[in-house]
């Protein structure tokens, strides 16, 4: 679901976008989009399968044909106590060719300077394990990250390495819930299940406004079945038919912390090509 642009950011997701971003094109540039294929196991057997398929499938499509993307953007960390530190960090997106594999994003950390330099690269698949490698400039090492590390927190927000890579359609199975008002607009329900392993995340539940077809809000629950975050995205703007969130809020029930991400302008369209989205950029990044 495009309207969390994460890092497509973090395009729905977090996300975004986590998340938003992650991630999500209309009219001009739906030349540009990408192979659309349902597929049959995402899709369900049942009509509340099938509902929340295509209302998901609307929300993702409607990105499509924004080719690559850049955006600045600060991040906000408040704890329990409401103690505060920003950082500031930019993304970077290459589209998916088509919906059988995902997107490519590259989040590079800018300051303050125990941060600087620090990058994710990740290559989001739908049902095998997402490639994503973490570069640490202090240790001038580039780390993989493993299946199983990631629904750990990301550089001690409350986004999760996982967060960076939900927005692809066919990565989960459907229910759609029903309507319900959410900030004055009328808003579509899904629940969506993953279908990748060692996900962190037993169901995610969005909250989809029926005018732009954008996600306006996500409940993650844990392995347990409970609540453990709630992602808001507002401050929804328009970029040439793209809709993108400019402001990214993840709570985390269990810990009270919260982290904001805040985006610039995005520019799309901008040349990015797969050489921009390999392991080896990492170790040359300045």
């Known amino acids: 679901m495009s309207g ?39 899709k369900g057997d049942t009509p509340e399968a099938h509902k929340g398929y295509e209302t998901a499938a609307r929300s993702d499509r409607t990105d499509a044909g924004f080719g690559d993307s850049k955006v600045d953007a600060t991040m906000v960390l408040r704890n329990a106590a409401g103690q505060m530190t920003e950082r500031s960090l930019s993304f970077s997106t290459l589209e998916k060719e088509s919906e059988a594999v995902g997107d490519k994003s590259l989040v590079i950390f800018n300051s303050p300077r125990d941060v600087e330099g620090t990058a ?10 997402d490639d994503q490698w973490l570069f640490l400039p202090a240790l001038k090492r580039v780390k993989r990250i493993s299946s199983a590390n990631k629904s750990g927190p990301f550089v001690g927000s409350e986004f999760a390495f996982e967060d960076f890579t939900i927005t692809e359609l066919n990565k989960f199975t459907y229910a759609y819930v029903g309507e319900e008002e959410l900030d004055g607009e009328m808003m579509d329900v899904v629940e969506r299940f993953p279908r990748y392993e060692k996900s962190g995340y037993t169901k995610q539940k969005s909250w989809i406004d029926q ?3 954008q996600a306006r809000k996500l409940e993650f629950y844990d392995r347990r079945g409970e609540l453990l975050k709630t992602l808001t995205l507002s401050d929804y703007r328009e970029h040439d038919g793209v809709w993108r969130a400019h402001k990214l809020s993840m709570v985390n029930h269990r810990t009270g912390k919260e982290t ?14 797969k050489n921009d989205f390999q392991q080896g950029i990492l170790t040359r990044l300045r």
Do not use: C, E, W
């Open 4 to 42: 969390i642009h994460l890092v497509k950011p973090l395009r729905l997701a977090l996300a975004a976008a986590i998340i938003g971003a992650s991630v999500f094109a209309f009219g001009a540039m739906a030349q540009d989009a990408p192979v659309f294929q349902d597929d049959p196991l995402a």
């Open 120 to 129: 994710l690269l990740s290559h989001a698949n739908i049902l095998d394990p």
């Open 260 to 273: 904001d991400l805040v985006y610039g302008d995005f520019q799309f369209k901008t040349g990015l090509d």
């Open 211 to 213: 005018t732009v077809y």
